[in-house]
């Protein structure tokens, strides 16, 4: 396998842990982290720092390790935790997402070891343990913090290495003692539970796993059979002959094996062979009492399903090789096994060009399917014609479980908007909350990624611009805490995000006086708002008495406007005096399955997305007015436009008859006049080419069932096309 | 000492006090009283274990068998005021998670105690 999918596999997934790190410390900044948030935290930068040392990535495994040894001692109680240690964390977390992705990349400069360094150095007068030197290598480090670990008593300080190439276990000072009282133990008046507890005089029982899996049926019960077994996760100063010791008078009636401590992988898996239990089962048992991490019980399953199927196992290469570089190609391996991904998370990551890959050929296979179902159609074979209607309908089901493979919920992107208002608050002296609505709300994977930038410049602008100072807050009888909120819903075959703020609002005499000053407009101020909110995407347009360098108003806006534009979304604004703002993104789905509603103008076809039509009529000389623009429907005007005046379309001389389909534009109606009306139409959206990026009015194209290509009409688009013609219609007349 | 077993039917179910030793000698005798329990299928049975005395392995090894029947015959069986030989034997054999139940620990008894394994539910 290419390393370089490995690596992806890496910041994916350090990208994933990191993250719910950081949510994890927002979360808990006013209440302080619980042991579970801690331990939570401590698996994360443990992990990032197992898989980094298999990499030799020694910059990220050098930091990782002080910060990991800070949150064992916080997980362990040793330390308490200060609300300070939030903020310390947050900025390892900085600084570690940098390493991760950087040290993929090359060399990281020596500045930014430094400045890791520094936040190091910041920690170290909280860690209770001195620090050895992050200058360790990695294989050193791992040894160290999983000794660490695992030592949690006190008493217990024998040095034990451990190396993870020769899948030793983690845990360096502590026995594993598999114990299987015979059934016959109580006959013989040995009580189990006294050898349990005298193990207690020679060191400490770590974890206790009591063992009921062979306790009978009600009526095949015993009392005086012993169904129990027990796996104990021991550690003591004592030798191995001691602790066998104890077990002295039971030996000769039960199953016992003890494990020194050192032992590995490969011999947990002789002794699961040696057990009654199920493999698997011995594998979480020995999880749960801390024998094995996740990792290596990762190993572990991988080492059962090599020994069975007799293909070598990830680890077993690795521990022959010494060559990093086979080394890391045995990890792929590892990471690709199936059993690995079953056990660790219901969800499995997939190279997102693959799934289109998948989308496009299942696209192809409808179109192929379609043609060949009119082909069917028109042969008098029943059975044929049955069959391909259930192929047609199979393939409908896998069309849409293959499109909805792409979407994403949108909360994931929102999640780390906490962050940036966090930070900004703290930067600006201003107290920010923020509000996050339907989060749920799912969207095509590429446009989550390319409404990052927007959003994060849209939630600063409300932060720094948007949301006054705590003081002017309340002077304005506001509540001291200032908020932004975002939303995001689907509407009309669209999504709508809104960035929202609680704050001043926008003056717009004082944009108008701008774009006057500017030259960009002239004279009076127009009533439509959005005709003057309009300004503000204008570049380097800004009413900010005060840039700073966080954002200012109108500041980099049109960057804004190009990048929703150039995802055939649009954006608006509306504004109420010392209410707030509201920033309105409205967004295709670009590649998604939508209702739609099929017309024809002559031999072209149009999809209207079915959630913005209201009704359909046949457009009589009842309805027509005067006016070439509106028409009447049940007393009230309605404007209108021919589909034909904006596309080419060869118009079906024969087809007198115009119908006209209602649909809501916003929160008005408007009417659209095509020829047929061709009914209900579920539809792939196929982006449009780069080349077609501007035309206005069409959001995507959908390729029908007989191979023909239908347009997608985007309304709002298609009527603020429709004004701008008119308008420059009307200039030109009085012109 | 004489093991001892107190009946109460109430209108959730019933509740069974237990005193002396848990071990073979009383789970025989219990087992052959059995449809005592048989017949608050789909209740609740609270057992009282204050006056638990002693506890070996077959004694907690039953209460495990009592614990995995009641479910399959849908009852709740719920134990209530461990005494100090039970709570210990729960510790060192880490089944706090097993039963499920609440358990008080005495002041005095706050010492014998740790808890530090076996509390946690793992799937």
């Known amino acids: 396998m290419d390393l370089s999918e490995v690596i992806d596999a890496y910041l994916v997934e350090s990208d994933e842990l990191l993250r719910e790190m950081e949510a994890i410390l927002l979360r808990t900044e006013s209440s302080l982290p619980n042991d579970e948030d801690l331990n939570a935290i401590f698996r994360a930068v443990h992990t990032i720092k197992g898989t980094a040392g298999m990499f030799g990535y020694e910059s990220t495994v050098s930091f990782t390790h002080v910060v990991e040894n800070l949150l064992d001692e916080l997980r362990s109680h040793v330390i308490p935790f200060k609300p300070i240690l939030t903020e310390l964390l947050l900025k390892a977390k900085d600084h570690l997402s940098f390493l991760v992705s950087e040290e993929t990349k090359g060399k990281i400069t020596n500045e930014k070891i430094s400045f890791g360094q520094s936040i190091l150095d910041e920690m170290k007068p909280f860690l209770q343990s001195s620090v050895s030197s992050p200058k360790t290598t990695s294989k050193e480090t791992i040894n160290q913090t999983d000794q660490h670990k695992h030592s949690n008593s006190s008493d217990l300080q024998n040095e034990v290495t451990t190396n993870l190439e020769g899948n030793k276990l983690a845990a360096t000072t502590s026995y594993l003692i598999s114990f299987r009282p015979n059934q016959n133990v109580f006959a013989q008046g040995l009580d189990p539970i006294s050898f349990i507890g005298y193990l207690k005089k020679i060191g400490t029982i770590l974890s206790l796993k009591t063992i009921d899996q062979f306790l009978p049926d009600p009526n095949e019960f015993d009392p005086e059979n012993c169904y129990l077994g027990f796996e104990i996760h021991f550690s003591s100063k004592e030798n191995l002959e001691t602790v066998q010791n104890v077990f002295n008078f039971i030996e000769a009636d039960c199953f016992l094996h003890i494990y020194p401590p050192g032992f590995t992988v490969e011999d947990l898996v002789d002794l699961s062979n040696q057990l009654p239990e199920e493999e698997i089962y011995l594998g979480n048992v020995w999880k749960e009492i801390q024998i094995l991490d996740d990792h290596q019980f990762l190993i572990y399953l991988e080492e059962i399903k090599s020994r069975k199927t007799g293909i070598p196992s990830t680890s077993a290469l690795v521990s022959q090789g010494n060559n990093k570089e086979e080394s890391e190609s045995k990890l792929s391996h590892h990471n690709a096994d199936p059993i690995k991904d079953s056990h660790k998370s219901s969800t499995i990551k997939v190279d997102s060009k693959r799934i289109d890959n998948l989308i496009n050929r299942v696209g192809e296979l409808v179109v192929s399917c379609a043609n060949m179902n009119q082909l069917i159609g028109e042969s008098d074979d029943s059975n044929l014609q049955e069959s391909s209607l259930i192929v047609m309908r199979l393939l409908n089901e896998v069309r849409e479980i293959s499109l909805k493979l792409r979407m994403v919920p949108i909360g994931e992107s929102f999640q780390k908007y906490s962050r940036i208002v966090r930070d900004l608050g703290k930067e600006l002296k201003k107290d920010i909350r923020l509000i996050t609505e339907g989060d749920e709300t799912e969207l095509d994977r590429n446009i989550v990624e390319k409404l990052s930038d927007p959003l994060t410049h849209l939630v600063r602008n409300a932060c720094d611009h948007g949301l006054e100072l705590p003081e002017e807050r309340k002077k304005n009888g506001k509540d001291y805490q200032g908020t932004v909120k975002l939303t995001a819903y689907h509407e009309a075959g669209n999504v709508i995000i809104e960035v929202a703020d609680d704050g001043n609002g926008i003056s717009k005499e004082k944009v108008w006086k701008k774009g006057v000053e500017k030259g960009i407009v002239s004279g009076e101020m127009p009533d439509s708002d959005e005709e003057v909110y309009k300004l503000l995407f204008h570049p380097g347009f800004s009413t900010a008495s005060q840039i700073t360098n966080v954002s200012g108003r109108g500041v980099g806006l049109d960057v804004v406007y190009k990048n929703i534009e150039s995802l055939r979304g649009s954006i608006s604004i509306k504004s109420i005096p010392n209410q707030g703002s509201r920033f309105i993104l409205r967004l295709p789905l670009t590649l998604a399955i939508i209702e739609g509603f099929l017309v024809a103008v002559g031999k072209s076809h149009f999809i209207i997305p079915m959630e913005m039509v209201l009704e359909c009529l046949h457009f009589s000389d009842d309805h027509k007015t005067d006016s070439n623009q509106f028409f009447a429907l049940r007393g009230n005007l309605i404007p209108f436009l021919r589909l034909r005046d904006y596309y080419p379309c060869d118009v079906d001389s024969d087809q007198p008859r115009e119908n006209i389909v209602i649909v809501r534009n916003g929160d008005k109606k408007a009417g659209i006049v095509v020829e047929k009306l061709l009914g209900e139409y579920q539809t792939v959206i196929k982006p449009m080419g780069s080349v077609f990026r501007h035309v206005k009015g069409v959001s995507g194209s959908s390729i029908l069932g007989d191979g023909n290509v239908a347009l997608i009409i985007d309304v709002p688009s298609l009527f603020e096309r429709t004004i701008t013609v008119e308008n420059q219609k009307f200039y030109s007349h009085r012109g | ?123």
């Not at chain 2, 109460?8 to 009283?33: A, D, R, S």
């Not at chain 2, 609740?44 to 077959?58: A, H, P, V």
């Not at chain 2, 399959?72 to 054999?93: C, E, F, G, R």
């Open chain 2, 1 to 123: 000492m004489e093991p001892k077993q107190t009946i109460q039917i109430t209108k959730e179910g019933m509740e069974v006090q237990w005193n002396g030793y848990i071990t073979v000698p009383f789970i025989k005798e219990w087992l052959t009283n059995s449809n005592l329990w048989e017949t608050q299928k789909g209740k609740k049975i609270i057992l009282n274990l204050n006056g638990i005395e002693r506890i070996d392995s077959s004694g907690i090894q039953f209460l495990m068998f009592l614990k995995k029947r009641s479910h399959s015959n849908q009852q709740i069986l719920a134990l209530t005021n461990h005494s100090l030989p039970v709570l210990k034997v729960l510790d060192l054999l880490g089944l706090v998670s097993f039963f499920g139940d609440r358990i008080k620990v005495k002041k005095e008894h706050a010492n014998e105690v740790e808890f530090r394994y076996g509390t946690r539910k793992v799937s």
